[in-house]
């Protein structure tokens, strides 16, 4: 048998979605600090790119969308994705140069980190030519942030646990989005410990039991099964909402604004500030953009499309 050998590329370019969650029920605070989640993660046509080369010295360089805010170091999860693996592989020594192109507004509620952290697992398991499967590398990613599973998915998809138990979801059809991206980003830790706050101080007050077991919504997998964006509209709920509003009291008049719109639904996006704004088809998406930029209540506005796939290899140099 003649078997094909591939030579090694130069360079890998890997194109990656970021996430909305049309679910995100958050129990109570584990032992461990975590909350356990049960959430429909969504990945939406908003995309960063990462690339990679070998290098002596592993070494980052951030362009685009808010580049000044994400670290250029080792802290970067790609650049720990890209560590990880190397160890995974017993490529100790292995350099990567990363490059990469960022849309995803950072700390912004829609994973652009674990994101870029997938990203850079699939471009150097291509370059290295390492062959670990996308359940291998989703076990490393799990280390590294309980998104980036999802990243490396893509599609539709329950979470649990942490949000890094994934089962594909049966989603019909196409989801058209306009994406509200806030003024100052806000920090995943800070908006899950109001959330922890106000609860307790409700339970205190006797307004309400302590939080549940959170449990996926039947009604809204039914929805997503008929594919109709107006069955799915009502039914988003977001537990961190009350959380990241209670942060950034402004978010309230972003979400009045796209309901004024006829949003099918309006919804901040897992722990914020971005607002999703779920429309009734692509040109309703537009009208929508343009509505709420006209509305003043956001840096920017966004359109995008989901189901998109995970992240994958758009480009690989010889
Ligand atoms: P999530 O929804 O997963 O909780 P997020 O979308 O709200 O996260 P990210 O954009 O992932 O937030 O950024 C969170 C923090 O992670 C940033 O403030 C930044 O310091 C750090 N960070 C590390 N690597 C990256 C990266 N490649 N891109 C963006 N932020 C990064």
Redesign the pocket.
Known sequence: MISAIRPAASSVTVRVPAKVNLQLAVGPARADGYHSLVTVFHAVSLFDEVTVRPADQTALTVTGEDAA???ADA????WRAADALARFTGRDDAGVEIQ?S?R?P?????????A?AAAALVACNELWQAGLSQRELAGIGAEL?S?VPFALMGGTAVGRGRGEQLTPALAAGTYHWALAFGLT??S?ASVYATCDRLRAARAAAGDAPPAPEPQLSHPLMTALRSGDPAAVGPLLSNDLQPAALSLQPELRRTLAAGREYDALGAIVS??GPTCAFLARDARHARELAVAITGAGVCRAVARASGPVPGAAVVRDGQ
């Open positions: 805010a994400v670290p802290s970067n999860l790609a990469i960022k995803i950072v700390a912004a509620g829609l994973a652009g980190g674990s870029d942030g998104d980003g806000l995943t897992g722990s």
